[in-house]
């Protein structure tokens, strides 16, 4: 028939992760992937997250029946050190891909979603390139006059830890009950790698700085395409991803 | 934590705080995010999240009034407690033995004679109010004043209930157990730390009082405690017994042993303030402090602040920076720093913490922004990445749609151990339970999607309990048809079959169907691409790109199907007929009006009329709409048509 549509679609995250990736990958950097059942150890322990310290409190982790400190991740920054084990600096990656959290399911949180971790590690980084490679993809996402704040953020694994936020999209920076009245929604932490995991990789930390940047895959297309609620890209609806 | 506008002002600054909503944007930007804001009275109340590393100091108004002095320029002053030296006469009142000092780094026991308890005074209980506590007498107000304040948990025991004059920390007894002051009875074990006379518990350290030592309206003797307690033994205990108290969150952070010694200061001043009599007499403080806590020493240099950051902030901007934290430090010709970090800044242990103090309050906005420069680094192309993206390409040009769903199964092989929700303890061993699912989800919305069949396919990881390994799965439902008919494995032969060709080798996979009607296709992704070749570029697999720009919300109502069909005399006619269809629908019409049938028919007399069939469906986001709403608008379709001269309605 005339309108009967003859192409699938792709899933709006997998637009979202694509649009996101592509202008890095240019930029030199490369994708490097990780397992989604994982240890403790990579998951915790060479972040810089004590045994037993509230912040692991943090992220409430999904604990894997009959095996040893075993999770499912809850940071795609898990494969920092499976990478920085087997490569040394400089390099810089992206880790797309699949976390899960053990919280209370909302408009704004899910038991399982994506993120894309970055990490650039060499002798002279710094965070003002950090906030340089953030920018540039920012405006690549959301056009060129994207506004941003960057604060004070904590993550074990990095030192000093950062905050990003974007503008409301629903109020565009009035304030309303999807930002808490703040006018900003926070889209991804960010923060200067931390010595403890350089050193828990091998890596000279006087030498050698690094940023990491985590990007919450779902907050992004949620803002780009103004949905108002995570959990419609994962409950297998045709209704959502035909509209992409 | 929440914290009163008008304590901080009052108790830490002389001259006035920024109005609370410039405040609140110079805490955001400078320290912590502040989840609300609530005018009370002449007060607001700010609940502000304290972040994890700064939980060692900052809960406590005194911890925020120090942050905000250096986010306004203007350092918070302190008030000083005096230190009381106590009376010998008291000496032996009670003692204080500590048989753990790693989980007991200090405690100090102070004995108070004839006080009394009553009504807190008019100050102290507007300052509980202001932050939502209930005021309960002048000894309780007291010790979370200073909790809430200082940030250091107190006690306070009843001393003639106290068998034995003695305090001992201890680990408990096997088989003992505490009835607390909320007159629960806990059972203790041997790895938790408690407070007891010579013969009974008396508290769970650091976490909850017990009934036995309450101090009551009768009591007149006291025991202060002021103490600091092992994070980890805290925070376990309080796990295991189930009770959490605003004493060991601050605990299982971690505080400094330093503030015991404060803590107790205070108390003991307010106490004569607020519950003093003329026969009040303050015993000795028996303070047990095994090792002295010791400040952390951090070297760093104005170079290496400024390389950090990528920023070049004058050595005197910095010095001013660190002057306003109130930091110890020296500085040598070489522009080294020797800093001293203040006892209860106990994040701070390494040369980045200084970074980020600098950086924060010089402000991250202020930072320009580099882009990264050539690096010797050669990136490859992650062969698995690149092969999802390639199939996902291929599918979707082949009129498959891609789905991202859920792990969790009510099936499996892993299982979790503390699933969110018990119907769906494990992660899934296939994707094409999960599928039918969805298979069966999206047939219900046919006429909706303007779709004939259901074409769906999943990229993505599924775990059997010897590993982990991604499939891809597609899924081909034909709702309308029987199954006998319905052609389900020739159709995913059919894409295997394409996605072969694409690739140049061969795709095989799992046939799964199911009686009601629905197949999938599993196939072993991870294994697949194992033998494909290493790809050099990325060449377009991920130039995706959509021209959606605002997701429309779907609809939680029911949507109504009508069919119409009318006769017009030529193909011209058609786009007419859609536009009768189209403007006097409305809103309610959710889809384009969708041609599932034409057919041209000659009659008698030789004249050539057409027949168009067209499917519309109707959809509300506020109600579920009935068969005579949709009726009228119908009604008023048919009207229009018969006004053309020779159409017809079938």
Redesign the interface.
Known sequence: MKNQEEKGHAHPLTYVINEIVQPLIDMGFEIALGPEIESEHYNFDVLNVPRDHPSRDMQDTFWVKGLKETVLRTQTSAVQGRYMETHRPPFKILVPGKVFRNEAVDMTHDLQFSQIEGLVVGEDITLAHLKGTLNFYLRKLYGEDVKTQFRPGFFPFVEPGIEIDMICFRCEGKGCPTCKQSGWIEVLGAGMVHPNVLEAAGIDSNKYRGFALGIGVERMAMLKYKVGDIRLFSNGDLRVVNQF | MNISYKWIQEEYFDKPLPDPKELVERI?????????VEKRDDDYLIDIDV?????HDCLSHRGIAKEIGVLIGTPAKEKEYKKVEGDISLDKKITVEVEDAELCPRYIGCYVQNIKIGPSPDWLKKRMESIGQRSINNIVDVTNYILFGLGQPLHVFDADKLEGGKIVVRKAKKGESILTLDEKKVELDETMLVISDVNSPLAIAGVKGGKKAEADENTVNIVIEAANFN??SV??TAQKVQIKTDASKRY??GITSEMAGWGMDAAIELILEVAGTKETVVGPKKDVYAEKEKQSIIKISIDKIN?????DIPKNKILEILDLFGFEYKIDDNDLLTITAPFERLDMS?P??V??DV??VFG??N??????GD???S????K??YYK?KL??I??????????????RDKGE???????AKDKPF?RANIYD??F??LT??AH?LD?????T????EI??V?TKEK?YTVLGIGYFDPKKKKSKSKEKEKLEEVLGKLSEELGKKVTGDFIDRAEGGAVVQVDFSRLIEELPQPES?GDV?????K???????SLYPSISRDIAVFVNSEDDQEKLEEIMRTNAGDLLVT?P???DEYRKESEDGKVKISYAYKMVFQSYEKTLTDVEINKIMEKIYSEISKNKDWEVR
């Open positions: 955001t930007k400078g320290a912590f995010e502040v989840e609300q972040l994890p590393n700064r939980a994070p980890v925070r376990k299982e952070n390389q950090t950051l990528g920023a390494i980045e913490d970074v980020e950086g924060r991250y906005d930072i320009e922004e580099k882009s990264l690096m010797d680094f990136p490859k192309v992650n698995e990445f993206n996902q390409k599918l979707v040009s082949y009129g498959y749609s891609e789905l991202q769903t859920y792990m969790f892993v299982e979790l151990a503390n699933p969110l992660v999960g599928f699912s969805s989800l999206n919305n909706l999607l303007v779709l004939d259901i074409n769906i396919f993505g990881t775990f982990e990325y991920l130039k995706t790109q959509t959606t720009e605002k997701f429309k919300t779907i384009e969708r041609l599932f």
